[in-house]
């Protein structure tokens, strides 16, 4: 019941917080069938959320068992069909055993087939990176038709989840769903040696999965690659469609990009160390833009402003929260964003009702133009940015031109 309540309130917001949320692959996430759709981890838990509002399935998740503190909390993960998993360290091996009640419900639920999500790689770090996978979904899947003879297949789905800047409000995610793997084709070495068949389906999930991930697993190559996708956004920011798309072009270069990152590129080092001598960002430099003609910024931010003073103050509790109450940067956005939708979710309604007519008329407002007036401020970020390059002294402004058109044409020729 609270998970289908919650789920049109997450994805009102969710459509707001992101810039862009980019879809791919969903025809590969079967109907009507026992389903894992099983994930990479960039984030605290705002892919669990994205795939729970943009993809057809109800889903099942599994979180570790130290969020589970006392009964609100588990009354309340559970009415959302969070389901605990604990680890030693969530309260020694006395808790471990607790995990039996938990795959057994996860065992119930394919049986009956439906779809559970799993963080395959157990734990997220704040780095473009696959992390080697934990053997929960193995077990999930082959222990589920070990259990129910009459169940004929588990679908792992391997889903792919990228995000420009996975700390930041208004940025892009781009998401892409693989082909299953089926968990049938295991069954018999599953019978034969649990370990083996276990291992082994890891290890197949983990290729199926990389292709599907943007990653820089060497450290000298990160820095290297991450101001190589900043300069293909850059130059394609232009094509950027706001909401929720189903293209998947820009995952595709970004994908090929990090495939084919050198350790060293000397051109782009100078330039990006350039830009940060200038105190320049490299979308007011590189990034292409269509005109628009539009009424005055000032005029449109003003209007903007009015219309979403109801809700500024729940926008700066969730900044004040999310930046300094978590002790981990990946969860920062994860937390501003259950700020806002737990505010929209609780709050609103209530003052629905207990507000007069003219200020319900203003929330109501406020809500139906909050995408259009975060466009305002994205407008406004982009012309102080431009604003800058435009006032800086002539021969510094062509250097860093020029130096942009030798990378656009070492990269997609003249």
């Known amino acids: 019941m609270i998970y289908q309540l919650v789920r049109p309130v997450a994805r009102y917001v969710l459509r707001y917080y992101y810039r862009n949320i980019d879809l791919t692959g ?31 399935r109800t889903l099942w998740f599994l979180a570790r068992g130290n969020l589970f503190k006392n009964g609100f909390y588990k009354g309340l993960l559970s009415a959302v069909h969070i389901l605990p998993v604990f680890r030693i360290q969530d309260g020694g091996y006395g808790k471990l055993k607790n995990n039996f009640g938990t795959f057994e419900a996860c065992f119930r639920a394919l049986s009956q087939g439906k779809a559970i999500m799993n963080l395959a790689e157990g734990r997220c770090i704040h780095e473009k990176a696959l992390r080697p996978m934990r053997k929960g979904t193995a077990r999930l899947a082959l222990g589920a038709m070990q259990r129910d003879a009459t169940l004929r297949e588990v679908y792992i789905v391997p889903v792919g989840c990228n995000f420009t800047h996975a700390d930041r409000v208004r940025d892009q995610v781009m998401i892409r769903f693989g082909e299953p793997i089926l968990a049938s084709e295991f069954m018999d070495e599953f019978r034969s040696s649990e370990a083996t068949a276990i291992k082994n389906l890891t290890s197949h999930l983990r290729s199926r999965l990389s292709p599907l991930v943007v990653q820089f697993p060497d450290g000298e190559r990160a820095a290297i690659g991450e101001a190589r996708l900043e300069l293909d956004r850059a130059r394609h920011n232009a094509d950027l469609v706001h909401g929720i798309t189903h293209d998947g072009a820009q995952l595709d270069r970004e994908l090929e990009i990090a495939a084919n990152t050198p350790a060293e590129d000397a051109p782009l080092t100078r330039f990006f160390n350039r830009l940060d001598r200038q105190g320049v960002h490299v979308g007011a430099v590189a990034g292409a833009r269509r005109v628009v003609k539009q009424s005055p910024i000032w005029l449109r931010l003003l209007l903007a402003g009015l219309l979403q003073l109801p809700q500024i103050p729940l926008w700066v509790l969730a900044e004040y929260i999310g930046s300094s109450k978590p002790k981990h940067i990946e969860f920062y956005s994860p937390v501003r964003f259950a700020v806002v939708t737990g505010g929209t979710f609780l709050l609103y309604p209530i003052l629905l009702l207990l507000l007069p007519w003219p200020l319900k008329i203003w929330l109501v407002v406020a809500l139906l133009t909050v995408n259009w007036s975060a466009r305002q401020l994205d407008n406004l970020q982009h012309w102080y940015r431009r604003r800058k390059v435009e006032r800086m002294v002539d021969a510094e402004r062509k250097g860093l031109m020029a130096e942009v058109e030798g990378l656009n044409n070492r990269y997609y020729g003249p």
């Open 26 to 56: 969903l025809e590969n996430i079967p109907k009507d069938a026992a389903v894992v759709l099983a994930a990479n981890h960039p984030t605290a838990f705002i892919e669990p959320c994205i795939l729970a509002c943009f993809q057809p």
